[in-house]
């Protein structure tokens, strides 16, 4: 009889140790950056930027204008939608590139399009908010271009960070400018009613907006 509560206590300890294995931070929410969570037409103000969306626009195609030393026009399809995220970005003490951006979706996460072409060196022939170096006091209007598939739009939010280094000077992740930076979360407001929308009046030849 004894023997009782010890089993007892050992049960205990066994369901305690599987509830805090199933309860555990992930890595990459334990390590990964904070997010500041805003709403499209809003401010997000983070340490060194402020983001603030203001419209999301479809397209079937883009329109890249004639470029340099004779490049000629030239119209990009998409493999799903083009999604066009029209955004006032500030920087807020000093240069800063607003450069990692992704659409986060319920199917998972979608990066920038690289269909524009270009390189590190070149850039591409209509500059996204991605290659943009904004200074402070000197806020930028532009896009950020993603191509998905039409069903990830409702509900996709924009993950918009610098990932500056400079916040992550300690420890193990001291090289790592993605642990422990800051990332401005923003909810598009896409039902999907308001997705169907946009998929059915998606633009032919949309001519993507330069930063102004």
Do not use: C
């Not at 004894?2 to 390590?31: E, F, K, M, N, T």
């Not at 990964?32 to 060194?48: D, F, K, L, Q, S």
């Not at 951006?101 to 209509?126: C, E, I, M």
């Amino acid at each position: 009889m004894r023997r009782a509560p010890s089993i007892l206590v050992a049960v205990g300890l066994a369901w305690a140790a599987v509830a805090l294995q199933g309860a555990h931070w992930s890595y990459d929410r334990a390590y990964g950056p904070i997010p500041v969570n805003g709403h499209i037409g809003r401010t997000v103000a983070e340490p060194h930027f402020t983001i603030r969306v203001e419209q999301v626009q479809t397209a079937r195609t883009i329109r890249i204008p004639e470029g340099e030393y004779g490049a000629k026009p030239q119209i990009i399809p998409a493999t799903g939608v083009f999604v066009v995220v029209i955004a006032t970005v500030a920087a807020r003490r000093s240069p800063v590139y607003v450069a990692s951006a992704r659409l986060h979706t319920r199917f998972g996460d979608y990066y920038p399009t690289d269909k524009l072409g270009g390189g590190l060196l070149s850039g591409p022939p209509v500059t996204p908010l991605s290659y943009v170096r904004f200074q402070p006091g000197m806020p930028r209007r532009g896009a950020y271009l993603f191509d998905v598939p039409a069903r990830a739009l409702a509900g996709a939010w924009l993950y918009a960070s610098d990932r500056d280094i400079e916040d992550a000077q300690f420890g193990f992740y001291r090289n790592d400018p993605v642990r422990f930076s800051a990332e401005a979360h923003v909810d598009l407001g896409i039902s999907p009613a308001d997705a169907a929308l946009l998929n059915r009046t998606a633009a032919t030849g949309y001519g993507l907006p330069e930063p102004s």
